[in-house]
């Protein structure tokens, strides 16, 4: 089984999201694990003050973030392990006909966990290298010792060579689980839709409404990075306007950067993803005299309203993760101001999610309008 560059160029938003959730995690627990060698040695209360709020802090921060963008990045790798499948069905049926069994066939799909394993690698080199600067920002006020940057290899082990071992062995289960099709039906391309509507639902619906309802239900994981990437645009954008007052510019910089190359990547990625999965259906109702914005409105519309939920979500995850940390973590802190929603920030933020994902929607709705009208004739 050969996987094509076409096909290695979609796992980079797998190596993005693992890169960015290992940077977050090294940066904390790597400090929590030296701090913590030096907690004998801080003498002032206020310094034992904030080692443990710092330490409470890192551990959420690892958790939640790490937590979020592994689930991620799980629900990423079975949706391009699906659609490979799905869109080499001719190949993978042929070897099933010629005798090789789902895990023989299934094994080679570690290749997709080794996306994980770049992105690991590169989020723990690079946070590895600014660590210095990160111990440096923690310890502004002098509170601790001197924290001297220490290579901790179980660290090591747990954030690059576990994720992708656990990457690698979830890829080849799940292609076993796709792969007991019958080779017949993976050779055909048949691919199962079991989301129908009744009859009293498909009544009196028109096409084009029903035709952006059935392209959302038929690609549901797409919804999921659609809101995915708004979550990340709303939460990282907003956190990064309240961290200039509650932590520091660097850690704003830091937030945001993070945010938005998750936000783009997952978004550009999903958009690229439901203009080629509906390639066909944009040649056909362009067939049939339909103009172009109907095409977009039918392929690309169905999406926009989820889009808005994820930026919600987004906004009130911040909100609570930013409360939670002043009045829990830092409660017993001096000088650790005051944290209330910052209704500016929001509209500010909303402003520019308008402008960025209509931009990104207009872009993608030229690329369908584009599209050959020849493409239906491929089969």
């Known amino acids: 089984m050969m996987i094509g560059i076409k096909d290695a160029v979609k796992l980079i938003g797998i190596s993005v999201i693992a890169c960015c959730a290992v940077f977050v995690c090294t940066l904390f627990l790597s400090y929590n694990i030296d701090v913590a060698a030096l907690k004998d040695e801080i003498a002032t209360e206020v310094g034992m003050m904030m080692y443990q709020a710092q330490v409470s802090t890192g551990k959420v921060v690892a958790a939640v973030s790490g937590g979020c963008l592994a689930a991620t990045s799980a629900v990423m790798l079975l949706f391009y392990i699906k659609n490979y499948i799905d869109t080499h069905g001719k190949e993978l049926g042929i070897l099933k006909a010629l005798g090789y069994s789902n895990f023989k066939i299934a094994k080679h799909f570690w290749i997709f966990g080794s996306s994980v394993f770049v992105g690991c690698a590169l989020g723990y080199m690079a946070a590895f290298l600014y660590l210095p600067s990160f111990y440096e920002l923690q310890n502004a006020e002098h509170l601790f010792p001197e924290i001297k940057v220490q290579f901790h290899p179980i660290l090591a082990f747990l954030l690059v060579v576990v994720p992708a071992i656990g990457f690698a062995v979830l890829a080849i ?29 498909t009544k009196d619906i028109p096409f084009l409404k029903e035709l952006t309802r059935s392209t959302v239900r038929g690609r549901k994981s797409l919804v999921f990075f659609i809101a995915f990437s708004a979550f990340c645009f709303s939460a990282m954008v907003q956190m990064s306007m309240s961290m200039k007052d509650l932590s520091s510019e660097t850690m704003a910089i830091m937030i945001l950067t993070i945010g938005l190359i998750l936000a783009f990547v997952t978004l550009f990625l999903s958009l690229s993803s439901v203009v080629k999965g509906n390639t066909k259906t944009i040649a056909m109702m362009r067939v049939f005299g339909y103009k172009h914005n109907d095409c977009s409105k039918a392929v690309l519309g169905g999406y926009r309203p989820f889009s808005y939920i994820g930026f919600a979500i987004g906004t009130i995850y911040q909100y609570a993760l930013l409360k939670i940390m002043v009045t829990i973590v830092f409660a017993d802190v001096e000088n650790v101001p005051e944290y209330n929603f910052d209704f500016t920030a929001c509209a500010i933020t909303l402003g520019l999610f308008i402008l960025t994902y209509e931009i990104a929607m207009y872009a993608y709705s030229q690329r369908i309008k584009k599209l050959p009208i020849k493409s239906v004739m491929l089969e």
């Not at 689980?177 to 050779?187: G, N, Q, S, Y």
């Open 173 to 201: 289960i799940y292609a076993c689980l796709r792969l007991k099709t019958p080779a017949l039906d993976l050779m055909k391309e048949k691919h199962e839709h079991k989301a129908k509507l009744s009859k009293n639902e």
